[in-house]
């Protein structure tokens, strides 16, 4: 059909029609990720990058488990090249319908200034899940959930 003539018109003038092919396919990332998160970055007590993440579960279901995938920047705000160890890091701890937690993790490399930090992954108590746990980095850059991380000088 798309792109043909018409056969069934008598007279002269050629009728032509395109069709559109709409995906109706979902994606896991959806939605709402079914929190709120903020984040901020500053020096441990050892003096190494520390950020803490405030989490606020916005659902009426408990939260068990969420994915993070950190990006370290330096000072200009580029990926460190070759940083691959923390990349991707979790909470198991859970988090109530409409509670909020804190999570503080540290770098052990000093050169770490700011972060892009994504949710990839929310699991809920009863067993449905936002994201996917097992999603590439391209993935999770293109579909997670940002989360802004004011950084350190």
């Known amino acids: 059909m798309g792109g043909d003539t018409n056969s069934a018109n008598l007279s002269d003038e ?3 029609s395109t069709e559109k092919v709409v995906s109706t396919k979902s994606s896991v990332f959806d939605g709402d990720c079914g929190m709120v998160a ?3 970055m500053g020096p441990s007590s050892i003096g190494y990058p520390e950020w803490t993440i405030s ?3 916005t659902t009426e279901q408990e939260i068990s488990a969420v994915l993070f995938y950190a990006v370290p920047c330096g000072v200009y705000g580029d990926e460190i ?3 691959t160890s ?3 890091l979790y909470t198991d701890t859970a988090i109530g319908a409409g509670k909020s937690d804190s999570i503080r993790y540290q770098f052990m490399k000093d050169n770490v200034k700011t972060l892009k ?3 990839y992954s929310v699991y809920f108590a009863d067993g449905t899940v936002w994201g996917d746990q097992d999603a ?3 993935t999770i850059l293109n579909n997670g959930a940002a989360i802004e991380v004011p950084g350190q000088s």
């Open 86 to 88: 923390q990349n991707k």
């Open 55 to 57: 989490i606020t579960n």
């Open 136 to 138: 590439t980095k391209p």
């Open 117 to 119: 930090l994504y949710v």
């Open 38 to 40: 903020s984040a901020e």
């Open 14 to 16: 050629t009728v032509s």
């Open 81 to 83: 090249a070759g940083w």
